[in-house]
C-alpha cells in the first residue's frame, strides 16, 4: 500500500496536468491532507473514478455476497445515532433477518408442494392427516409472522428515534417541561394561553436512547384559525408518538377541556404508553386527581424533571429489550404484513377445501416474503435504493 501511494505521488509531479494550490487550499478546507488529495488527484487523471454512492454495496448484493437486508442495515447503520438501533442493525448484518425469511420461505415452499401433489394426484393414497399437519404449520407461521410484525411495529423508534408527545390544555407548562428535558429554553414561555401554536421537535438522548420530544399546542376548542391548524397538529402528534406525556395543571379544577383531553388519550390508551404528569404541585392543590388514575408524576413548576426522566428510560429499556427479531424499514414491515395476510387467507381456504386458491395465495405469501431479501427485477429500484447509501459504501 505505501509503495502504491509513492508511486502516485511520483506520477503526480509527472503528470502533464496538476491542479493548483487553491486546489490544494480547498481540500485541506474539507478535512483532507495535502498528500492526500494529491494522490487522488492523480489517480482521477491517470484513469481511476470515484465509486458512485452505494456502489460497493450494490455490487456485493449484486454478487451474492450480502442481500437485500443486510445491504439495507449498511445504510442504516451509517445513519444511526443511537446506540440500541446499532447493536439492532449487527444483528441483521450477522444474517438474523436472511435466516428468518429462509425458514418461513422454506416452510411454505413445503406446505405449497403438498397440496400441489394433492392437486395433482388426488386419486392417490396420501396421508389421512397432511391437511392436518399443513394448517397446524400455518398457524404457528402465521402468529409467528403476527408476532414479528406487531413487535418491529412498536419498537421501529430504535431506529428512528422514539417520539415522544407533550400534550395538554393551554399553559400547563409543557413548554417549560421541554426546556427542562432539553436543559436550555427551546420553546417560549409566556402566562398568556396559546403561545405555543405549532408544534416544536427537538432530539434528546436518554441513556441509550435517541428520543425525539414533541411540544405541542394547547387542546381546547379554539376559534382562531392558525390555533386550529396547531391542535390538529397535537393530535397528528398524538398518533405518531410511541409515548405521550400528558400534563395537568394541579393548581386549577379540572375542567371540561382536562376531560376532552383525557377522553381523547383513551383513544389512543391500548397502542400507546401515556405517562400522566400533574404539574404546579408546589401550589394550591385544586386538582381531581382520581381522574388522572392511581398511577402519576407530580411535578414542581419549573423544577427538575428527574422522575419523567427516569419514568421514560424505564419504557424505553423494556421495549429495547425484548428479544423478538425488529424488521428496520418499512418495506420490510409491508412484506411480512403481506405475507401474514395471505398466510391467514390461504388458512381459511385450506378449511373450504379450495386447494387451487389456497396455492395461489400460498404463492402470494411466498413473493411477499422473499421480497426481503432477494433482488428486485427492475434495475431503477435498486439505483434508487444504493443511491440513497453515502459515497462509495
Known sequence: MDEAIDQ?????????????????????CHGGSVVAGMVL?????????????????????LN???????????????????????????????????????????????????????????????????????????????KDLLKTYESSQRRQGLINGFKIAIVGKPN?????LLNTL????????????GTTRDTIEEELRIGTHLVKIVDTAGIRQAHDAIEKIGIER?????????????????????????EEILNLLSQYSADKKILMVLNKTDLASCFDTKRLGKEF?????????????EALHSILDQTTHEDNLLLTSQRQIDAVRKTYENVKASYALL????????AFHLNDAIMAISSISMAFERDEILDKMFGQFCLGK
Open 8 to 28: 502516485a505521488i511520483v506520477l503526480y509531479f509527472k503528470a502533464p496536468h496538476s491542479f493548483t494550490a487553491e486546489d490544494v487550499v480547498e481540500f485541506q
Open 41 to 61: 488527484q492523480t489517480l482521477l487523471h491517470y484513469g481511476v473514478r470515484l465509486a458512485n454512492p452505494g456502489e460497493f454495496s450494490k455490487r456485493a448484493f
Open 64 to 142: 451474492g455476497r450480502i442481500d437485500l437486508s443486510e445491504a439495507e442495515a449498511i445504510a442504516a447503520l451509517i445513519e444511526t445515532k443511537s446506540v440500541d438501533a446499532a447493536k439492532m442493525l449487527t444483528r441483521q448484518l450477522k444474517g438474523e433477518l436472511r435466516n428468518f425469511v429462509l425458514h418461513v420461505r422454506n416452510l411454505l415452499v413445503e406446505i405449497l408442494a403438498f397440496v400441489e401433489v394433492n392437486i395433482d394426484y388426488a386419486e392417490e393414497d396420501l396421508p389421512l392427516d397432511m391437511m392436518d399437519q399443513i394448517k397446524i404449520k400455518l398457524d404457528a407461521l402465521s
Open 172 to 176: 400547563v407548562g409543557k413548554s417549560s
Open 182 to 193: 432539553l436543559s436550555y429554553d427551546r420553546a417560549i414561555i409566556s402566562n398568556i394561553a
Open 234 to 258: 397535537s393530535i397528528l402528534a398524538i398518533e405518531e408518538s410511541e409515548i405521550v406525556i400528558a400534563m395537568f395543571d394541579n393548581s386549577r379544577v379540572c375542567d371540561h377541556e382536562d
Open 297 to 309: 408524576i407530580a411535578l414542581e413548576c419549573q423544577k427538575d424533571a428527574q422522575h419523567i426522566i
Open 351 to 358: 378449511g373450504e377445501g379450495e386447494l387451487e386458491l389456497f
